[in-house]
C-alpha cells in the first residue's frame, strides 16, 4: 500500500468557485505529479515537480496551479472552477535515484462541477 | 506524436485460464516500459517495469515481453482468478518532456468464475 495520500476523495461544488486538493506522501519522494483521468480514458499529466520549488506544466493544458513548498505536500488549486473541469485527479509520486521509475498514486479526488 | 494503443474492448476470459493484453506504441523509443492496474475509482497500482534490452520479465503469474522491433508489449496472467479482473494500463518512459511516463488508455480484464 502507497503511503500517499489525496483529499477530499469526493468533491461536488458549483461553478466559480476556488478549490484546493490536497496531495501528500510520507515516502520522502522527490518527484510528484497531477494527472487528469476521465472515465474510461487514459491519464494525462498536467504538473510535476521534481522537487522544493519546482513546478513544472504537463503534457496537458491545465487552467489549475500547483505548488511544491514542503517535499511531502503538493496541492492543486482551480481558483474558478467549471463544468468542464468535471474529472478524477490522481496525484503521484516517485523515488529520484536511478532506475526507480515506478510511480506510486493516491486514490484520487473525482470533482464535480454544477 | 507519440501514441500508445491498448485494445479498448474489454477481454472477458474464464477463469483458470490465460489472459494476455497488449500494448503497441509508435513514435516513441522508450528506456523502459510499465504495467499498471487500475481498480474502479481507485489510482493505478504498478505491476511491473520491463527495460528496453529485456525481451521478458516475470513476478508470480505475470509475464511481460518487450518487442523493441515491433514495439510491442504483451502482459500475461496465468491461471486467471476473478480477483484479477480490473483495467491494466501500459506506460511508456521517459517521455520527450523528460522523466515521465506516457500512459495507454487500458484494457479492462473481466475474468468469470
Known amino acids: 500500500e502507497a503511503d500517499i495520500y489525496q483529499t477530499p476523495r469526493y468533491l461536488v461544488i458549483g461553478t466559480g468557485k476556488k478549490i484546493t486538493l490536497e496531495c501528500s506522501q510520507t515516502?520522502?519522494?522527490?518527484?510528484m505529479y497531477w494527472y487528469q483521468q476521465d472515465p474510461g480514458m487514459e491519464l494525462h499529466l498536467i504538473h510535476y515537480s521534481y522537487g522544493v520549488n519546482s513546478t513544472e506544466k504537463g503534457d496537458l493544458s491545465s487552467e489549475s496551479t500547483v505548488s511544491r513548498i514542503r517535499t511531502e505536500h503538493f496541492p492543486l488549486t482551480l481558483e474558478s472552477a467549471r463544468p468542464s473541469h468535471t474529472s478524477q485527479y490522481l496525484c503521484?509520486?516517485?523515488?529520484?535515484?536511478?532506475?526507480?521509475?515506478?510511480?506510486?498514486f493516491g486514490p484520487g479526488t473525482r470533482l464535480t462541477v454544477t | 506524436s507519440q501514441k500508445i494503443e491498448q485494445n479498448s474492448e474489454a477481454l472477458n476470459i474464464q477463469e483458470g485460464k490465460t489472459a494476455t493484453l497488449t500494448c503497441n506504441y509508435t513514435?516513441?523509443?522508450?528506456?523502459?516500459l510499465q504495467w499498471y492496474r487500475q481498480d474502479p475509482g481507485r489510482g493505478p497500482v504498478f505491476l511491473l517495469l520491463?527495460?528496453?534490452?529485456?525481451k521478458e520479465k516475470r513476478k508470480e503469474r505475470l509475464k511481460v515481453t518487450f518487442d523493441t522491433t515491433l514495439k510491442q508489449s504483451l502482459f500475461h496472467i496465468t491461471a486467471s482468478q476473478p480477483a484479477d479482473s480490473a483495467t491494466y494500463l501500459c506506460a511508456l518512459g521517459p517521455n520527450n518532456a523528460g522523466n515521465m511516463l506516457t500512459f495507454g488508455g487500458g484494457t479492462r480484464l473481466m475474468v468469470k468464475p
Open positions: 520491463i527495460r528496453e534490452n529485456e
Open positions: 515516502m520522502g519522494h522527490d518527484k
Open positions: 503521484a509520486s516517485s523515488e529520484s535515484l536511478s532506475g526507480k521509475y515506478e510511480q506510486y
Open positions: 513514435n516513441y523509443s522508450p528506456a523502459y
